[in-house]
């Protein structure tokens, strides 16, 4: 059942954050942001891991805005950090074996932003990070485990599927569900509320 009043554009190829929308009952299209993400950073770097994530949302955001000037769209980024050091996606199933085996038994931080814009320019944003302390697991569960998902590790970063297996891999989590899946969920919602294109 769909509660919105009109079609917003999401500017991600995240499954994860199409997903929470569409179960939220946000009507959208997709269209992914043409931005070179490397070059951003980059280009920001040396930056805060939450300021990060909030230029590359905004980016998302008003670069797909600006091709449908229209719509509300919104765009989202998330950035994982283990003592001070900014992980990338794994682009193969051995990086996100040897990302995995480096943050085993330790704790990280997922920096997650979200932007609204509208006409070219950011109209809305917000930001909120989740503490994950992952467990000391074995060799042997997380051979099961990377058999398991085979080249969905590289989906995520941190290689890791919250709302899946990747469950077990934790011990405590501090922070918001839909942080750690990659959209601060509930406060997007207020918004798109506040903007009348959900129903209040």
Request: glycine share 6%.
């Amino acid at each position: 059942m769909m509660l919105s009043r009109s079609q917003i554009v999401l500017a991600s190829t995240s499954p994860a954050r199409r997903s929470m929308l569409e179960a939220a009952g946000v009507r959208l299209t997709v269209a992914p942001p043409e931005i070179d993400e490397n070059a951003v950073k980059q280009a920001i770097a040396p930056s805060d891991p939450a300021d990060m994530a909030m230029i590359l949302a905004q980016t998302k955001a008003v670069t797909v805005s600006e091709a449908n000037r229209s719509a509300l769209v919104v765009g989202a980024d998330q950035v994982l950090a283990v003592d001070g050091q900014v992980l990338d996606k794994p682009k193969s199933k051995a990086e996100a074996r040897d990302q995995l085996l480096d943050l085993r038994g330790r704790q990280h931080v997922l920096f997650s932003a979200v932007a609204c814009a509208r006409n070219g320019a950011v109209i809305w944003s917000h930001d909120a990070e989740a503490t994950l302390s992952m467990r000391a697991f074995s060799t042997e569960f997380l051979g099961a485990y990377l058999a398991a998902l085979d080249e969905k590790v590289t989906e995520t970063v941190g290689g890791y599927h919250l709302e899946g297996l990747g469950a077990q891999m934790f011990d405590k989590i501090e922070g918001d569900y839909f942080t750690v899946l990659g959209l601060p969920l509930l406060p997007l919602l207020a918004f798109l509320r506040e903007e009348g294109v959900l129903l209040t």
